[in-house]
């Protein structure tokens, strides 16, 4: 079945950075909307960048926006989210969510930003 699994979350300073990876099985990246959300604790899960099924088009939330990037490998079927000058209100669980004909979430990554 279709599986996104996210990987390089962790904890990091104020200012650092961060790079986080979506890696899809079971269907191409370059047939589906790829986005990334994150859940602050305590709060609902938002929605934080989204690639568009060409890679011609990306989006982001405005609280992230010059401070994130989204991309993609098509030959690795990797997603990309490339965290810089992270901040503590960016820290969240981060998911990645496919929409290939419905929706699919992974189970999420830590993001702890904090001296």
């Known amino acids: 079945q279709v599986q996104l699994v996210e990987s390089g979350g962790g904890l990091v300073q104020p200012g650092g950075s961060l790079r986080l990876s979506c890696a899809a099985s079971r269907f191409s990246i370059s047939s589906a909307v790829m986005s990334w959300y994150r859940q602050p604790p305590g709060k609902e899960r938002e929605f934080v960048a989204i690639i568009s099924s060409t890679g011609g088009s990306t989006n982001y939330a405005d609280s992230v926006t010059g401070r994130f990037t989204i991309s993609r490998d098509i030959a690795k079927n990797t997603v990309y989210l490339q965290m810089n000058s992270l901040k503590p209100d960016d820290t969240a669980v981060y998911y990645c969510?496919?929409?290939?004909?419905?929706?699919?979430w992974g189970q999420g990554t830590q993001v702890t930003v904090s001296s």
């Open positions: 969510k496919a929409n290939w004909y419905r929706d699919y």
